[in-house]
């Protein structure tokens, strides 16, 4: 089942990126009794690697050749994926203007040339701990602690970007809306226990299918679930529907009282463009009807239109 801990500080993953190897085995020396060290040695590499490997902060060295640490530093803070991971920089220019070209830049701290290594445990220590508190919020405030998938605040709150930038790109939005077949009599037949623990394993038959980034899965009230889909189209989402549909036929999950002898969902599922004028509501209501037509058809189907 899904855990909401955070990672601890020996967990946490950074990236040293300096095309001095010397400097960057003893920055990664001092720094692995605090956290795992991945080092590289130029500002593409660290790019590459942030795309497979998120980590939880970068110690990237100001001087390199080709792309500069102020400019990946940039890069890194104006991409969604990865403004979140604070970077500290490693310096020898400490003129008044290179500070504030340091700040400018995005970084969260920096670290003198020569490192002192007490210096820079701390300053590491200090970045990664805020790092961790925040994304220990976040995770509470936009997951589903049953599920781990999101919840609906996080659907609230990225709807209307999401809307603008597909309506800005001509792209249209798929949205699925799934309901637990006789959930009531389960938690009646089963108890409410063995409830949660049907809805958990429901949520991870359903999140093989998310794999685009920015598909979401959301838990939206008790046995209620959407998944928004960007950029996806009403046969994409149909598709997605039926496999979730079958995948969660296939946990065969036994449910005595309802005519169906196992776990089902229904589904309802549209697929919206041009739709600034709408609200993130209006579109849900459009799933809803589909949905409710599902369950009228005899449910552990899905309706789309
Ligand atoms: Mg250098």
């Given at each position: 089942m899904f855990q909401l801990a955070s990672k601890n500080l020996a967990s946490s993953n950074i990236l040293i990126v300096d095309d001095d190897e010397i400097s960057s085995t003893l920055i990664a020396a001092i720094l692995s009794e605090v956290c795992q060290c991945f080092t590289v040695s130029n500002a593409l590499d660290a790019l590459d690697f942030c795309e497979n490997n998120l980590p939880d902060l970068m110690v990237v060295?100001?001087?390199?050749?080709?792309?500069d640490g102020l400019t990946l530093c940039k890069k890194i803070k104006q991409s969604k994926a990865t403004e979140d991971v604070p970077v500290i920089f490693i310096t020898s220019n400490t003129g008044e203007n290179s500070q504030n070209d340091c700040w400018q830049a995005g970084c969260s701290d920096f670290v003198p040339k020569p490192v002192i290594a007490q210096t820079l445990i701390h300053r590491v220590k200090n970045q990664l701990l805020s790092k961790l508190r925040l994304d220990a919020i976040m995770k509470m405030t936009f997951h589903?602690?049953?599920?781990g998938l999101y919840n609906r605040n996080y659907i609230t709150q990225e709807y209307p970007i999401l809307a603008r930038q597909l309506n800005r790109d001509q792209q249209p939005l798929g949205l699925i809306i799934f309901d637990v077949d006789n959930f009531k009599q389960y938690n009646d037949t089963y108890g409410h226990l063995q409830g949660d623990i049907c809805l958990a394993r429901v949520a991870d038959a359903m999140r093989?299918?998310?794999?685009?980034?920015?598909d979401a899965l959301v838990r939206f009230g008790g046995e209620e679930f959407i998944a928004l889909l960007p950029n996806t189209s009403l046969t994409d989402t149909t598709r997605l529907a039926n496999q979730i549909i079958q995948a969660v036929f296939n946990l065969?999950?036994?449910?005595?009282?309802s005519s169906l002898g196992r776990v089902t969902l229904s589904a309802g599922a549209v697929s919206v463009q041009?739709?600034?004028?709408?609200v993130l509501d209006e579109v849900i209501e459009q799933a809803d009807i589909n949905l409710y037509d599902a369950k009228l058809e005899g449910k552990n189907q899905v309706v789309a239109s």
């Amino acid at each position: 089942m899904f855990q909401l801990a955070s990672k601890n500080l020996a967990s946490s993953n950074i990236l040293i990126v300096d095309d001095d190897e010397i400097s960057s085995t003893l920055i990664a020396a001092i720094l692995s009794e605090v956290c795992q060290c991945f080092t590289v040695s130029n500002a593409l590499d660290a790019l590459d690697f942030c795309e497979n490997n998120l980590p939880d902060l970068m110690v990237v060295d100001v001087n390199m050749p080709g792309m500069d640490g102020l400019t990946l530093c940039k890069k890194i803070k104006q991409s969604k994926a990865t403004e979140d991971v604070p970077v500290i920089f490693i310096t020898s220019n400490t003129g008044e203007n290179s500070q504030n070209d340091c700040w400018q830049a995005g970084c969260s701290d920096f670290v003198p040339k020569p490192v002192i290594a007490q210096t820079l445990i701390h300053r590491v220590k200090n970045q990664l701990l805020s790092k961790l508190r925040l994304d220990a919020i976040m995770k509470m405030t936009f997951h589903d602690s049953l599920t781990g998938l999101y919840n609906r605040n996080y659907i609230t709150q990225e709807y209307p970007i999401l809307a603008r930038q597909l309506n800005r790109d001509q792209q249209p939005l798929g949205l699925i809306i799934f309901d637990v077949d006789n959930f009531k009599q389960y938690n009646d037949t089963y108890g409410h226990l063995q409830g949660d623990i049907c809805l958990a394993r429901v949520a991870d038959a359903m999140r093989k299918f998310g794999r685009r980034a920015r598909d979401a899965l959301v838990r939206f009230g008790g046995e209620e679930f959407i998944a928004l889909l960007p950029n996806t189209s009403l046969t994409d989402t149909t598709r997605l529907a039926n496999q979730i549909i079958q995948a969660v036929f296939n946990l065969n999950i036994p449910h005595t009282t309802s005519s169906l002898g196992r776990v089902t969902l229904s589904a309802g599922a549209v697929s919206v463009q041009n739709f600034d004028q709408y609200v993130l509501d209006e579109v849900i209501e459009q799933a809803d009807i589909n949905l409710y037509d599902a369950k009228l058809e005899g449910k552990n189907q899905v309706v789309a239109s």
